[in-house]
């Protein structure tokens, strides 16, 4: 499968710039924060607590998922 794709390097004017990099630091700065956050307000939960959640969670979100999958095959 090698010999199909090459490895190219980054052409010089395609590196990243200050400009994005600057973004890359501010995205990975609002994530810590927002981790940080979200670990003082669930400090205080038991392991129970945190499996319920996470379940509800999975729950909400799997299907909300569905749900879409659904309707998005329902207008064929």
């Known amino acids: 499968m090698r010999r199909f794709w090459k490895r190219r390097g980054l052409h010089p004017d395609k590196r990243p710039t200050a400009f994005w990099q600057g973004v890359r630091g501010s995205v990975e700065r609002f994530q810590r ?3 940080a ?3 003082r307000k669930t400090a205080y ?3 129970r607590s945190k499996l319920i959640a996470l379940f509800l969670f999975c729950l909400l979100f799997g299907g909300l998922s569905l ?3 659904a309707r998005a095959f329902s207008h064929f």
């Open 45 to 47: 939960w038991d392991r």
């Open 67 to 69: 749900w879409l999958l």
């Open 37 to 39: 956050y979200l670990e």
């Open 33 to 35: 924060r927002l981790a």
